[in-house]
């Protein structure tokens, strides 16, 4: 059983190493030619924990990386799409790269007898597979599903910077499709992938698609959820808001997951993602409230770390403000809708002087901002003369920051959206989301 996987960004190149590491042999395949180089030089394109040891020894055993769509079309038994599908100019999911992929597989399908299950991965909205790849695929080919191929749809839920672990580790295996023999052997691949145990659940292929987009608008609900409650306990003194995520936490009902309390939510899905089921509920007529609400409450927040920002420290023009993480989440290096970035176009807006440090995403900051802020080399270096410092990434270096870190500050202030330092150690103006002040 060969495997073929079509898009080699996180999700694609992390299943790749994972199912080489296991023994399956593997096609990866990219139309970028320069990542494709840096991938066989055994590179990443992209920071993601514990990948590129994976990579390695998947390069070193079964993973072959190729720009050539056509050997997977002719050698793979099953074919996993994981192209992206990012967020248009309007808000809604852009399907360019996938109808691209599609197109070209169907064009492969010409030429081969082989008769390969296509797997989409990619996040689409319900009927994408059915109305959307499948008459691609089968007008390019010339074949009918069930004939020359067979789809179907495997939504994923993995969590960025944990991207190894839960590739290794699944909560559920989600297989949407009608055509029983290709469930099926899906269904026996992931047995043998992670053994007879793993939790499989099969449905068609709109259900499937709908609940990798209910996952993601429930999770940045459960986020805007306690970042609403964090905004109220910012002005009762002697609350702690990280009590009492774990006091809620604890009911089995609700969980302890996603009930971190900060800027907002940010990165590749969820807010791409809550925005395009807004507008999908939109054409049928559908007026999705709740889901409103999650975004908005999540733009509450960027705009309360202003108004605490002002309050204390007054007009902000020419004011030096050092913006400590960039990317959405610690131990990644991606910047997509991250609260940091929202937060500097603010600041320069009001024409604040911005110095910013990060451990991995300084470099994907640069062409957005160019030189229109600081980019401290050390976590030190940034902090030197400015008025206040905001943490917005919980990074395990800022957690270590102590009084001989701000010395050479011009004014202590200290804004922590992650709660990560502790007041009482600290000889500063303090102030932290979600924790009352006395």
């Known amino acids: 059983m060969k495997i073929g996987i079509i898009g080699l960004g996180v999700v694609g190149l992390s299943f790749a190493s994972v199912l080489s590491s296991k023994g399956f042999p593997v096609i990866g395949m990219d139309s970028d030619g320069k990542k494709i180089e840096q991938i066989n030089s055994k590179k990443l394109p992209f920071f993601e924990p514990k990948l590129k040891l994976f990579l390695k020894n998947a390069l070193s055993k079964s993973l072959e990386i190729s720009s050539d769509i056509d050997k997977v079309v002719r050698n793979c038994d099953f074919i996993f799409l994981t192209v992206g599908t990012p967020k248009s100019k309007s808000g809604y999911i852009d399907l360019s790269m996938l109808k691209k992929a599609s197109k070209n597989i169907g064009i ?14 990619s996040t689409v909205v319900p009927n994408t597979t059915t109305k959307v790849i499948k008459p691609l695929i089968e007008k ?18 993995l969590r960025e910077s944990n991207v190894i672990d839960d590739t290794l580790k699944p909560h559920l295996v989600v297989i949407g499709g009608i055509e029983k023999n290709s469930v099926n052997k899906l269904k026996k691949f992931y047995r043998k992938l992670y053994g007879p145990r793993i939790k499989l659940m099969t449905t068609n292929t709109q259900t499937a698609e709908m609940i990798k987009y209910a996952n993601n608008s429930f999770l940045a609900t459960k986020i805007s959820f306690i970042n609403q409650i964090s905004l109220l306990c910012q002005s009762i003194p ?100 991250s609260r940091s970035i929202e937060l500097i176009k603010i600041l320069l807006k009001k024409k604040a002087k911005i110095t910013v440090h990060d451990p991995k995403a300084m470099k994907n900051t640069e062409p957005i901002f160019k030189n229109q802020i600081v980019y401290a080399n050390t976590l030190l270096q940034s902090l030197d003369n400015c008025q206040c410092v905001i943490i917005m990434t919980p990074w395990k270096i800022y957690t270590k920051l102590k009084n001989s870190d701000f010395k050479n500050m011009k004014r202590k202030l200290v804004i922590d959206t992650r709660r990560i330092l502790s007041r009482k150690n600290l000889n500063v103006e303090y102030f932290a989301l979600g924790l009352g002040t006395n």
């Open 108 to 121: 492969s399908l010409r030429h081969t007898t082989k008769k390969p299950i296509i797997v989409i991965k």
């Open 140 to 157: 390019a080919s010339g074949k009918k599903t069930g004939k020359g191929f067979d789809i179907l749809t495997n939504p994923e839920f």
């Open 238 to 337: 002697g609350i702690n808001i990280d009590d009492i995520a774990e006091g809620i936490g604890v009911d089995p009902r609700i969980g302890r997951s996603f009930l971190n309390a900060g800027p907002g939510y940010g990165g590749s899905c969820l807010p791409k993602d809550l925005e395009t089921i807004i507008q999908f509920s939109s054409k049928f007529g559908s007026n999705p409230l709740l889901l409103r609400a999650v975004q908005q409450t999540n733009d509450l927040q960027i705009k309360y770390i202003i108004h605490l920002l002002e309050k204390n420290l007054g007009n902000i023009t020419n004011k030096h403000i050092t913006v400590l993480g960039l990317s959405f989440k610690e131990n990644s290096g991606d910047i997509r809708e």
